[in-house]
């Protein structure tokens, strides 16, 4: 709908003068609430460079940064009666739109780590035991907020802006209904900028992002269901559409701080470049996170340093107790384990340097896993003091997964390191058609290994060359596992019994 001319507030009008060093803040404040106060309209932010604290949007309110117009956050904390520089609470039918630019100013300083964080625990251990100093980024004292808050608001719309340096979440956007993202750009230091993720549901619904390029420190899309600005809220009816993402820690991510629920969520056509890890499905709150679809996606993986999350893998689902990784919590203080169901990746080309891991409870498997046409290509990057290796693809804990045309190819320089290509460990109502894989050292490892899984088929699947087993079946408890039209004339053996399997746990179909 056009905008009346009688209904556009320059902020300009309003005593803002466009120089950097001067306060804008009670000048644009003005405007919005000038416009408010009538009824809605446009605040017009003309080209020019506008510093101030938190400003609140109203009602009915259009904020349209023009080419050429940046808003500066304010170094001075005092300026910020709200963590952000854009905040709304309780309102409805808001929009930030434009060409413009808002930037956070974040900057950082690197000194040795002086806080435990059990969450990248396993890298600090090894970074001791290579005698590396465990430094790390954290921002500086005036690094303040973030560039967007918005709770509790209704039919917002976020367009064609840049977000910069912000310096924390980009957008925390809390239990707001019929949101839309569209072609904005985010960005903040991939080397050093902790804690500034990109664009953060938390609790909403029928949200709708697309058009997007996030390049963040930390996660760049990552939903939430947390207890916030309130009792936790679903996560739920989500779309994701022609986006680019990267990450020194997750480019797209189902955040372990789930303790409601995240579902109904379809991610189509994206791009994952340069992510510490690609896809994280997380629960460690209790939450359920369920009815995914993530389609038609590239993922580009490799390592940045020791303090992010991620080995440079691609898929990563973990769903655990948070006292199971942080030994001062109290289990008995704990909601009940989380659960991960109803996810389908299909249409994935993937290229990983760390392993892939599904990891599921034993108190809540990963349920009802389906990876469909994808390529996982297993690749080298730069050793560093925190290098893990073993197998490409590992299963924890599952019942009724299934891998339909999967390819997994080794292109790593030292195979020494890595073994087989897939294990699966305790999984019942396995489903593995039209694999194709070979362990990384040639004549090594079985290809594939199942141990202790109940209900399995390898169906229509070939082994690579430089296969010698194809698939091992170990555990006392693996049982009707069967083979049926496997393409295994490279390798010596199609399947074997190993380490305590029963003698019939294996048939022909």
């Given at each position: 709908?056009?905008?009346?001319?009688?209904?556009?507030?320059?902020?300009?009008?309003?005593?803002?003068?466009?120089?950097?060093?001067?306060?804008?803040?009670?000048?644009?404040?003005?405007?919005?609430?000038?416009?408010?106060?009538?009824?809605?309209?446009?605040?017009?932010?003309?080209?020019?460079?506008?510093?101030?604290?938190?400003?609140?949007?109203?009602?009915?309110?259009?904020?349209?940064?023009?080419?050429?117009?940046?808003?500066?956050?304010?170094?001075?904390?005092?300026?910020f009666?709200?963590?952000?520089?854009?905040?709304?609470?309780d309102?409805?039918?808001?929009?930030?739109?434009?060409?413009?630019?808002?930037d956070?100013?974040?900057?950082?300083?690197?000194?040795?780590?002086?806080?435990?964080?059990?969450?990248?625990?396993?890298?600090?251990?090894?970074?001791?035991?290579?005698?590396?100093?465990l430094?790390?980024?954290?921002p500086?004292?005036?690094?303040?907020?973030?560039?967007?808050?918005?709770?509790?608001?209704?039919?917002?719309?976020?367009?064609?802006?840049?977000?910069?340096?912000?310096?924390?979440?980009?957008m925390?956007?809390?239990?707001?209904?019929?949101?839309?993202?569209?072609?904005?750009?985010?960005?903040?230091?991939?080397?050093?900028?902790?804690?500034?993720?990109?664009?953060?549901?938390?609790?909403?619904?029928?949200?709708?992002?697309?058009?997007?390029?996030?390049?963040?420190?930390?996660?760049?899309?990552?939903?939430?269901?947390?207890?916030?600005?309130?009792?936790?809220?679903?996560?739920?009816?989500?779309?994701?559409?022609?986006?680019?993402?990267?990450?020194?820690?997750?480019a797209?991510?189902?955040?372990?701080?789930?303790?409601?629920?995240?579902?109904?969520?379809?991610?189509?056509?994206?791009?994952?470049?340069?992510?510490?890890r690609?896809?994280?499905?997380?629960?460690?709150?209790?939450?359920?996170?369920?009815?995914?679809?993530?389609?038609?996606?590239?993922?580009?993986?490799?390592?940045?340093?020791?303090?992010?999350?991620?080995?440079?893998?691609?898929?990563?689902?973990?769903?655990?107790?948070?006292?199971?990784?942080?030994?001062?919590?109290?289990?008995?203080?704990?909601?009940?384990?989380?659960?991960?169901?109803n996810?389908?990746?299909?249409?994935?080309?993937?290229?990983?340097?760390?392993?892939?891991?599904?990891?599921?409870?034993?108190?809540?498997?990963?349920?009802?896993?389906?990876?469909?046409?994808?390529?996982?290509v297993?690749?080298?990057?730069?050793?560093?003091?925190?290098?893990?290796?073993?197998?490409?693809?590992?299963?924890?804990?599952?019942?009724?997964?299934?891998?339909?045309?999967?390819?997994?190819?080794?292109?790593?320089?030292?195979?020494?390191?890595?073994?087989?290509?897939?294990?699966?460990?305790?999984?019942?109502d396995?489903?593995?058609?039209?694999?194709?894989?070979?362990?990384?050292?040639?004549?090594?490892?079985?290809?594939?290994?199942?141990?202790?899984?109940?209900?399995?088929?390898?169906r229509?699947?070939?082994?690579?060359?430089?296969?010698?087993?194809?698939?091992?079946?170990?555990?006392?408890?693996?049982?009707?596992?069967?083979?049926?039209?496997?393409?295994?004339?490279?390798?010596?053996?199609?399947?074997?019994?190993?380490?305590?399997?029963?003698?019939?746990?294996?048939?022909?179909?």
């Amino acid at each position: 709908m056009p905008v009346m001319p009688g209904s556009i507030y320059n902020v300009g009008d309003y005593g803002a003068t466009g120089h950097r060093s001067d306060d804008a803040q009670g000048s644009i404040q003005q405007a919005i609430d000038a416009c408010a106060a009538a009824g809605g309209g446009t605040v017009h932010f003309p080209p020019g460079e506008y510093t101030t604290g938190t400003l609140h949007l109203k009602s009915h309110v259009r904020i349209h940064v023009d080419s050429g117009a940046t808003i500066y956050s304010s170094k001075e904390r005092a300026r910020f009666d709200r963590p952000a520089l854009f905040y709304a609470e309780d309102v409805q039918n808001i929009t930030l739109e434009g060409r413009g630019t808002l930037d956070g100013q974040a900057e950082y300083e690197w000194r040795l780590n002086d806080m435990q964080d059990w969450y990248i625990h396993p890298h600090q251990v090894l970074m001791e035991q290579a005698g590396q100093p465990l430094r790390r980024a954290f921002p500086t004292a005036d690094t303040y907020g973030h560039l967007v808050v918005f709770v509790r608001c209704q039919d917002v719309q976020i367009r064609n802006l840049s977000f910069l340096r912000s310096p924390s979440w980009t957008m925390h956007l809390w239990g707001c209904e019929r949101l839309t993202i569209d072609g904005v750009y985010i960005h903040t230091s991939l080397e050093s900028g902790v804690w500034a993720d990109g664009i953060d549901p938390d609790g909403c619904k029928d949200v709708h992002i697309s058009n997007c390029t996030i390049e963040t420190g930390d996660d760049a899309l990552v939903f939430y269901s947390s207890h916030a600005y309130g009792p936790p809220r679903p996560c739920e009816n989500i779309t994701v559409t022609n986006c680019r993402l990267t990450s020194a820690s997750s480019a797209l991510k189902f955040c372990d701080g789930n303790e409601n629920a995240i579902r109904n969520v379809t991610i189509q056509n994206c791009i994952i470049t340069g992510a510490n890890r690609g896809i994280a499905f997380m629960v460690f709150d209790g939450g359920v996170l369920e009815n995914v679809l993530i389609a038609n996606v590239t993922v580009e993986c490799r390592p940045y340093d020791w303090f992010w999350w991620g080995d440079g893998d691609a898929l990563h689902f973990n769903c655990i107790r948070r006292s199971e990784i942080d030994p001062n919590l109290d289990p008995s203080r704990e909601p009940p384990v989380g659960v991960i169901r109803n996810v389908i990746v299909r249409d994935v080309l993937a290229r990983s340097t760390g392993a892939c891991i599904f990891h599921g409870h034993d108190e809540s498997p990963l349920q009802n896993i389906t990876l469909e046409n994808v390529r996982l290509v297993m690749a080298n990057s730069s050793p560093t003091a925190w290098s893990k290796a073993g197998d490409a693809l590992t299963l924890d804990h599952a019942r009724h997964f299934q891998m339909r045309n999967v390819e997994i190819v080794w292109e790593v320089s030292d195979p020494s390191v890595w073994r087989s290509a897939l294990v699966a460990n305790t999984v019942q109502d396995l489903t593995l058609e039209g694999i194709s894989a070979r362990p990384a050292q040639p004549d090594g490892s079985p290809a594939i290994v199942l141990n202790d899984v109940d209900r399995a088929i390898l169906r229509n699947s070939r082994a690579q060359t430089g296969t010698s087993t194809f698939m091992q079946v170990r555990g006392a408890h693996s049982r009707d596992i069967v083979v049926q039209d496997n393409d295994v004339h490279t390798a010596r053996n199609l399947v074997q019994s190993g380490d305590g399997a029963p003698v019939d746990a294996i048939r022909a179909g």
